[in-house]
């Protein structure tokens, strides 16, 4: 069992930055992909960047590569997200996922394959 808990999230104007954190409890976080995905108003949860279990594989979607970093801390259990550039078409809540791979790299970029969820921290960009 793993509990997760994002903060970080607020206002900003466009062009800015921002950076989420995701903190885990429970054992074995390093049996973990770690991921964050968002979710817009009246739209899915989407996919925006998973790293494996010792920071040495990232993947992003397109559409934020080049401004987004992910980011893990083994030593504290936690994920970071560093967001830069940022847009208004980037307001959404964003949620820390956890998918266990047992050190196998798969990099998921599907929600169903997340077992573990944050309650989610609002991002708003405004222009």
């Known amino acids: 069992q793993v509990q997760l808990v994002e903060s970080g999230g607020g206002l900003v104007q466009a062009g800015g930055s921002l950076k989420l954190s995701c903190a885990a409890s429970?054992?074995?976080?390093?049996?973990?992909?770690m991921a964050w995905f968002r979710q817009a108003p009246g739209k899915e949860r989407d996919f925006v960047a998973v790293?494996?279990?010792?920071?040495?594989?990232?993947r992003y979607a397109d559409s934020v590569k080049g401004r987004f970093t992910i980011s893990r801390d083994n030593s504290k259990n936690t994920v970071d997200l560093e967001m830069n550039g940022l847009k208004p078409e980037n307001t959404a809540v964003y949620y820390c996922?956890?998918?266990?791979?047992?050190?196998?790299?798969?990099?998921?970029?599907?929600?169903?394959?997340?077992?573990?969820w944050g309650q989610g921290a609002q991002v708003t960009v405004s222009s």
């Open positions: 790293i494996n279990w010792n920071g040495g594989s990232r």
């Open positions: 996922a956890a998918d266990w791979t047992g050190f196998a790299l798969t990099l998921s970029t599907s929600r169903l394959e997340y077992d573990y």
């Open positions: 429970g054992r074995m976080f390093t049996s973990y992909e």
